[in-house]
């Protein structure tokens, strides 16, 4: 199954080397800026894996929480000072 990161991962080169030669052959520019700019597109993709839809940990059930049956002590009443 081909997740959002195997895609990334997959268009990181592609852009790099895909932009660049088709910057190249396509429109004359230099190399040097052909490569500018699929790399600057390599790095807008890495940063919007990495920052704007990052990965995240499956949240865990701790032991002492109330949902695994263990008593916490704060999940017990405190009984009010008279």
Known sequence: M???YDIVLGAIPLSLLGISG??????D??????????????VALIGHA???NGPVDAPSLRQDSPANGADSPAATPVPDAE
């Open 22 to 27: 088709s910057l190249t052959f396509a429109t």
């Open 50 to 52: 990495m920052f704007v």
């Open 2 to 4: 081909t997740g959002y």
């Open 29 to 42: 520019l230099a190399l040097s800026t052909a490569v500018t700019l699929g790399a600057l597109v390599a």
